[in-house]
């Protein structure tokens, strides 16, 4: 059983004591493998900083779970945490991408990896945009005002200088 029915299977991942993901997991991605559901999630710590969990999947039921994060931050653009990831497999290749946030901007960024177990962080592949930017540019096309009310909100709320947002 590879789809679930959360009505009558309820919760598949809850947090543990684990310090990587007390506070929270979510978000998951998955992909089979090995007649197994290898899932990949976001969790989150105490100090609320995010990183990419582990399990895997038999059906509904947990059959092997990671005690350390296979991915987590370690440059500038992932400082405040890696979010959100999803995962595809081309050519052999498996490809994880995830939200960056390093406490001001979230941006996109991707790690490959060919067994689901090593991972090599690639880096950003989202545009460095300043929001100021793209809403000159979307002005000129004279979109509705719901458009521009988060980056408006951003800039004045987190910082001028914020980047255009990709989650």
């Known amino acids: 059983q590879l789809i679930f029915d959360l009505r009558s299977e ?8 684990q310090p990587f993901e007390r506070r929270a997991v979510l978000n998951p991605t998955g992909v089979v493998k090995d007649e197994l559901v290898r899932m990949f999630y976001r969790a989150i710590s105490d100090d609320n900083i995010s990183s990419i969990g582990y399990c895997a999947l038999r059906g509904a039921e947990i059959v092997s779970r990671s005690d350390r ?3 987590y931050p370690e440059f500038d653009y992932e400082s405040r945490g890696l979010e959100d990831p999803r995962l ?18 979230a941006r996109v960024a991707y790690a490959e990896s060919r067994d689901l177990v090593k991972f090599e962080k690639k880096g950003l592949i ?13 002005n000129r096309v004279k979109l509705p005002e719901k458009y521009f009310w988060y980056g408006e909100h951003y800039r004045q709320v987190i910082a001028e200088d914020i980047l255009l947002w990709e989650k």
Do not use: F, H, M, W
């Open 10 to 17: 309820g919760k598949i991942l809850e947090k543990t004591n």
């Open 69 to 71: 994060p296979p991915l």
């Open 88 to 105: 595809v497999l081309i050519d052999d290749i498996y490809y994880l991408l995830y939200t960056a946030y390093d406490g001001q901007n």
């Open 126 to 138: 989202s545009p460095s945009l300043k929001y100021a930017e793209v809403l000159a540019r979307l």
